[in-house]
Protein backbone atom coordinates (compact mmCIF):
# COMPACT_ATOMS: atom_id res chain seq x y z
CA UNK A 1 0.00 0.00 0.00
CA UNK A 2 1.31 3.77 -0.31
CA UNK A 3 -0.54 4.73 2.34
CA UNK A 4 -3.24 7.56 2.23
CA UNK A 5 -3.08 11.25 0.65
CA UNK A 6 -4.89 14.63 0.90
CA UNK A 7 -5.53 16.54 -2.54
CA UNK A 8 -5.98 20.24 -2.22
CA UNK A 9 -7.07 22.68 -5.35
CA UNK A 10 -6.90 25.77 -4.53
CA UNK A 11 -7.58 28.92 -7.03
CA UNK A 12 -6.44 26.32 -9.90
CA UNK A 13 -3.36 24.96 -8.12
CA UNK A 14 -2.94 21.68 -6.60
CA UNK A 15 -1.18 19.78 -3.69
CA UNK A 16 -0.82 16.45 -2.49
CA UNK A 17 -0.24 15.49 1.23
CA UNK A 18 1.00 11.79 2.22
CA UNK A 19 0.23 10.33 5.81
CA UNK A 20 2.72 8.47 6.32
CA UNK A 21 1.38 7.30 9.72
CA UNK A 22 -0.85 4.76 7.45
CA UNK A 23 1.83 3.33 5.02
CA UNK A 24 1.70 -0.53 7.58
CA UNK A 25 -2.31 -0.96 6.07
CA UNK A 26 -3.48 -1.76 2.70
CA UNK A 27 -6.15 0.91 2.62
CA UNK A 28 -9.23 -0.11 0.70
CA UNK A 29 -11.99 1.85 1.60
CA UNK A 30 -13.01 5.54 2.96
CA UNK A 31 -15.63 7.66 4.50
CA UNK A 32 -15.91 11.39 6.23
CA UNK A 33 -16.96 11.39 9.59
CA UNK A 34 -17.46 13.69 12.90
CA UNK A 35 -14.97 17.09 12.99
CA UNK A 36 -11.55 15.93 11.62
CA UNK A 37 -12.56 11.80 11.81
CA UNK A 38 -11.79 9.25 8.99
CA UNK A 39 -13.19 5.96 8.44
CA UNK A 40 -10.95 4.01 6.66
CA UNK A 41 -11.76 -0.10 5.92
CA UNK A 42 -8.40 -1.75 4.94
CA UNK A 43 -7.26 -5.30 3.43
CA UNK A 44 -7.20 -7.50 6.67
CA UNK A 45 -6.89 -5.48 9.23
CA UNK A 46 -10.17 -4.22 9.92
CA UNK A 47 -11.55 -0.58 10.38
CA UNK A 48 -9.75 2.39 11.42
CA UNK A 49 -10.52 5.88 13.17
CA UNK A 50 -7.83 8.42 12.01
CA UNK A 51 -8.01 11.86 13.37
CA UNK A 52 -6.52 14.13 10.66
CA UNK A 53 -5.62 16.92 12.86
CA UNK A 54 -3.96 15.20 15.34
CA UNK A 55 -2.54 12.08 13.40
CA UNK A 56 -3.78 9.55 15.75
CA UNK A 57 -5.40 6.68 14.78
CA UNK A 58 -7.68 3.86 16.38
CA UNK A 59 -8.12 0.36 15.37
CA UNK A 60 -11.75 -0.99 15.49
CA UNK A 61 -12.74 -4.63 15.57
CA UNK A 62 -15.90 -5.56 14.60
CA UNK A 63 -17.10 -8.84 16.27
CA UNK A 64 -19.80 -10.81 16.30
CA UNK A 65 -20.85 -13.96 18.56
CA UNK A 66 -22.02 -16.59 15.97
CA UNK A 67 -19.95 -14.98 13.08
CA UNK A 68 -16.46 -16.26 13.36
CA UNK A 69 -14.41 -15.34 10.48
CA UNK A 70 -11.82 -13.10 9.34
CA UNK A 71 -13.39 -11.79 6.56
CA UNK A 72 -14.25 -9.25 9.26
CA UNK A 73 -11.02 -7.50 8.96
CA UNK A 74 -11.44 -7.27 4.96
CA UNK A 75 -13.76 -3.93 4.25
CA UNK A 76 -14.45 -2.63 0.87
CA UNK A 77 -17.06 -0.16 1.39
CA UNK A 78 -17.76 2.33 3.94
CA UNK A 79 -20.67 4.92 4.79
CA UNK A 80 -21.37 6.99 7.61
CA UNK A 81 -25.41 8.42 7.75
CA UNK A 82 -27.20 11.44 8.68
CA UNK A 83 -27.56 9.69 12.39
CA UNK A 84 -24.02 9.65 12.63
CA UNK A 85 -23.78 5.65 11.95
CA UNK A 86 -21.77 3.67 9.86
CA UNK A 87 -22.48 1.25 7.29
CA UNK A 88 -19.64 -1.42 6.81
CA UNK A 89 -19.81 -3.73 3.87
CA UNK A 90 -17.41 -6.52 4.08
CA UNK A 91 -15.62 -8.51 1.59
CA UNK A 92 -16.96 -12.07 2.34
CA UNK A 93 -18.95 -11.40 5.79
CA UNK A 94 -21.80 -9.29 4.55
CA UNK A 95 -23.06 -5.81 6.18
CA UNK A 96 -22.73 -4.03 9.44
CA UNK A 97 -23.92 -0.75 11.33
CA UNK A 98 -21.39 0.28 13.82
CA UNK A 99 -22.25 2.92 16.57
CA UNK A 100 -19.56 5.05 17.05
CA UNK A 101 -21.09 6.35 20.23
CA UNK A 102 -21.58 3.02 21.87
CA UNK A 103 -19.41 0.69 20.15
CA UNK A 104 -22.03 -1.40 19.43
CA UNK A 105 -22.52 -3.19 16.45
CA UNK A 106 -25.21 -5.22 14.13
CA UNK A 107 -24.70 -7.55 11.33
CA UNK A 108 -26.98 -9.04 8.23
CA UNK A 109 -25.62 -11.71 6.36
CA UNK A 110 -27.13 -13.82 3.32
CA UNK A 111 -29.40 -16.54 4.61
CA UNK A 112 -30.99 -18.48 1.41
CA UNK A 113 -33.62 -19.48 3.27
CA UNK A 114 -34.90 -16.06 3.99
CA UNK A 115 -35.36 -13.47 1.08
CA UNK A 116 -35.65 -10.56 2.76
CA UNK A 117 -32.21 -10.92 4.17
CA UNK A 118 -29.29 -9.46 2.36
CA UNK A 119 -28.84 -10.94 -1.15
CA UNK A 120 -24.75 -11.78 -0.63
CA UNK A 121 -22.21 -11.38 1.50
CA UNK A 122 -20.00 -9.25 -0.90
CA UNK A 123 -20.84 -5.36 0.02
CA UNK A 124 -19.01 -3.35 -2.33
CA UNK A 125 -20.79 -0.10 -3.20
CA UNK A 126 -23.27 1.71 0.31
CA UNK A 127 -25.09 4.95 -0.59
CA UNK A 128 -27.77 7.15 1.11
CA UNK A 129 -29.87 8.81 -1.02
CA UNK A 130 -32.00 12.53 0.08
CA UNK A 131 -34.56 10.74 1.79
CA UNK A 132 -31.92 8.45 4.15
CA UNK A 133 -32.47 5.25 2.49
CA UNK A 134 -29.38 3.01 2.60
CA UNK A 135 -28.69 1.66 -0.93
CA UNK A 136 -26.47 -1.77 -0.50
CA UNK A 137 -24.39 -3.24 -3.69
CA UNK A 138 -23.44 -6.09 -3.50
CA UNK A 139 -20.90 -8.43 -6.23
CA UNK A 140 -23.25 -11.32 -7.18
CA UNK A 141 -26.18 -10.83 -5.89
CA UNK A 142 -27.59 -7.06 -6.95
CA UNK A 143 -29.06 -4.09 -5.07
CA UNK A 144 -30.60 -4.19 -1.83
CA UNK A 145 -32.48 -1.78 -0.08
CA UNK A 146 -31.76 -1.58 4.05
CA UNK A 147 -35.88 -1.51 5.16
CA UNK A 148 -35.47 -0.73 8.99
CA UNK A 149 -38.47 -3.24 10.00
CA UNK A 150 -37.52 -5.62 13.32
CA UNK A 151 -34.13 -6.42 13.44
CA UNK A 152 -33.93 -5.05 9.45
CA UNK A 153 -34.74 -6.30 6.45
CA UNK A 154 -33.76 -6.39 2.56
CA UNK A 155 -35.15 -5.94 -0.97
CA UNK A 156 -33.20 -6.77 -3.29
CA UNK A 157 -33.09 -5.69 -7.13
CA UNK A 158 -31.61 -8.65 -9.31
CA UNK A 159 -30.73 -8.64 -13.29
CA UNK A 160 -33.00 -10.96 -14.73
CA UNK A 161 -32.34 -12.23 -18.50
CA UNK A 162 -35.72 -12.26 -19.48
CA UNK A 163 -37.00 -9.39 -18.12
CA UNK A 164 -35.91 -6.00 -19.42
CA UNK A 165 -37.01 -3.98 -16.86
CA UNK A 166 -33.86 -5.04 -14.67
CA UNK A 167 -30.65 -3.90 -12.98
CA UNK A 168 -27.88 -4.38 -15.84
CA UNK A 169 -25.60 -6.66 -13.62
CA UNK A 170 -25.21 -8.60 -10.24
CA UNK A 171 -21.81 -7.19 -9.64
CA UNK A 172 -22.18 -3.23 -8.37
CA UNK A 173 -19.15 -1.34 -7.94
CA UNK A 174 -20.42 2.13 -7.64
CA UNK A 175 -23.57 4.26 -6.58
CA UNK A 176 -24.74 8.11 -6.60
CA UNK A 177 -28.03 10.32 -6.86
CA UNK A 178 -28.48 12.89 -9.24
CA UNK A 179 -30.92 15.95 -8.84
CA UNK A 180 -34.47 15.26 -9.58
CA UNK A 181 -36.96 17.91 -9.79
CA UNK A 182 -39.76 15.93 -8.52
CA UNK A 183 -39.93 15.51 -5.06
CA UNK A 184 -42.10 12.09 -5.98
CA UNK A 185 -39.05 10.43 -7.46
CA UNK A 186 -35.43 9.54 -6.82
CA UNK A 187 -32.93 8.84 -9.40
CA UNK A 188 -29.88 6.69 -8.79
CA UNK A 189 -26.88 5.54 -11.11
CA UNK A 190 -25.60 2.40 -10.59
CA UNK A 191 -21.82 1.78 -11.79
CA UNK A 192 -21.36 -2.61 -12.16
CA UNK A 193 -19.29 -4.61 -14.02
CA UNK A 194 -21.21 -4.85 -17.07
CA UNK A 195 -22.53 -1.37 -17.63
CA UNK A 196 -24.70 1.55 -16.14
CA UNK A 197 -27.94 1.46 -15.20
CA UNK A 198 -30.55 4.37 -14.65
CA UNK A 199 -33.24 3.90 -11.74
CA UNK A 200 -35.95 6.04 -11.85
CA UNK A 201 -37.88 5.19 -8.25
CA UNK A 202 -41.33 6.40 -7.69
CA UNK A 203 -42.45 7.29 -4.31
CA UNK A 204 -45.75 5.63 -4.14
CA UNK A 205 -47.13 7.20 -0.75
CA UNK A 206 -45.42 8.82 2.32
CA UNK A 207 -44.04 5.79 3.79
CA UNK A 208 -40.59 6.20 1.46
CA UNK A 209 -40.01 1.97 1.30
CA UNK A 210 -43.06 1.82 -0.63
CA UNK A 211 -41.28 2.31 -3.99
CA UNK A 212 -41.78 1.77 -7.72
CA UNK A 213 -38.55 1.40 -9.80
CA UNK A 214 -38.12 1.64 -13.48
CA UNK A 215 -34.54 0.72 -15.08
CA UNK A 216 -32.86 2.20 -18.35
CA UNK A 217 -29.82 0.35 -18.70
CA UNK A 218 -26.35 1.21 -20.87
CA UNK A 219 -23.34 -0.67 -22.22
CA UNK A 220 -20.94 -0.39 -24.81
CA UNK A 221 -23.36 -0.86 -27.55
CA UNK A 222 -24.73 3.02 -26.24
CA UNK A 223 -21.26 4.03 -26.46
CA UNK A 224 -19.59 3.42 -22.62
CA UNK A 225 -15.89 3.12 -23.37
CA UNK A 226 -15.66 0.61 -20.80
CA UNK A 227 -18.47 -1.51 -19.05
CA UNK A 228 -16.43 -1.67 -16.06
CA UNK A 229 -18.31 1.69 -14.19
CA UNK A 230 -15.87 2.23 -11.11
CA UNK A 231 -16.80 6.05 -10.52
CA UNK A 232 -19.94 8.21 -11.61
CA UNK A 233 -19.90 12.35 -10.54
CA UNK A 234 -22.44 14.31 -11.65
CA UNK A 235 -21.21 17.63 -13.01
CA UNK A 236 -22.67 21.02 -12.19
CA UNK A 237 -24.30 21.34 -15.54
Known sequence: SEGLFNLTITDGKSSLKKYNELNS???W?????????????TYGNGLI???????????????SPTLQTSALN???SLHQSKNGKLWIG????GLARFDPKTQ????????INDKQSLSHNDVWALYEDRLGRIWVGTNGGGLNLFIPKGDGEFKSFKYQKEDQNSIISN???TITEIHSNSNYETILFVGTQNGLSKIIIKNMS????????KFDNYSGEDGLSDKSIRGILQDEE
Open 104 to 111: ENKIWIND
Open 171 to 173: SIQ
Open 49 to 63: NFNLKSLKQKIIKIT
Open 29 to 41: SLAKGNDNNLWIG
Open 90 to 93: FWGS
Open 25 to 27: FNL
Open 206 to 213: SDIYDIQL
Open 74 to 76: YIK
